[in-house]
Each structure stands twice: as C-alpha cells, then as structure tokens.
C-alpha cells in the first residue's frame, strides 16, 4: 500500500482506497496513466491559470508606472502614495504567482510532460 495524492484534490490518500474520503473523487477502474494524465491536465490548466493572473499583475505594474508617470510629470502637481501602493501589490501578487508557476511547472516536468 502506498500513500498518493487525490488527482481531484491532492490531498494523501490509500493508492487501495477507490474514494476519496476528502472530496469524493471516484478512483473506481481509472488507471495509472489516465490518473497521471489528469493530474497533467489540471497541472496544465492551473498554469494556464496562473499565466493570465501573472500578465493582470504585470498590467498592474505598468498601471501604478502610469500613474507615477502622470503625478510627476506635470499633468498633476501632487504626489500621492497611491502609485507605490499599487506597485507593491503588483509585484508581490506577480512574485507569489511566480513561485507557484515555478512549483507547477516541476510537478509536471515531474509527472512528465508528454504531449496530448
Ligand atoms: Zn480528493
């Protein structure tokens, strides 16, 4: 017996065990392989994920460089606290996100990333 990880939740559960006790997923007569391709897949579409949420904090960078821009250039003549603000929140989120990205991508390096 050995101890995997739910492909739906990935939390440890039995490899005997056909139910997850966590969430329910239904191991019932899924292989190996067809288990290994859908943890790629969800792998796949979590990055997929998480590439769309890297470009939005990346658009929150060159917004708050925007706004820094306009504060100091003439367009206003007072300088808020709001451009660094929103630079900060853009770049831990695009950190965070960047961490992630890189765990994900070696799960699936890990489960092998064949093509479909
Ligand atoms: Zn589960």
Same mark, same amino acid.
């Given at each position: 017996m050995?101890?995997?990880?739910?492909?739906?939740?990935?939390?440890?559960?039995?490899s005997r065990t056909m139910?997850?006790?966590?969430?329910?997923f239904q191991r019932?007569?899924?292989?190996e392989e067809q288990?290994?391709?859908?943890?790629?897949?969800?792998?796949r579409d979590r990055i997929y994920q998480l590439k769309m949420a890297? &470009?939005?904090a990346l658009t929150l960078l060159v917004g708050? @460089?925007?706004?820094?821009? /306009?504060?100091?250039?003439?367009?206003? &003549?007072?300088?808020?606290a709001g451009p660094y603000?929103? @630079?900060t929140?853009?770049? /831990?989120?695009y950190l965070i996100i960047r961490v992630y990205l890189y765990r994900f991508k070696a799960a699936l390096r890990k489960l092998g990333n064949r093509p479909l």
């Amino acid at each position: 017996m050995a101890i995997i990880s739910c492909p739906e939740c990935d939390k440890p559960i039995s490899s005997r065990t056909m139910l997850c006790p966590y969430c329910g997923f239904q191991r019932g007569q899924v292989s190996e392989e067809q288990l290994r391709e859908f943890r790629r897949r969800k792998l796949r579409d979590r990055i997929y994920q998480l590439k769309m949420a890297s &470009y939005a904090a990346l658009t929150l960078l060159v917004g708050a @460089f925007g706004w820094y821009l /306009a504060e100091t250039s003439g367009f206003q &003549y007072t300088s808020s606290a709001g451009p660094y603000i929103l @630079f900060t929140i853009g770049a /831990a989120c695009y950190l965070i996100i960047r961490v992630y990205l890189y765990r994900f991508k070696a799960a699936l390096r890990k489960l092998g990333n064949r093509p479909l």
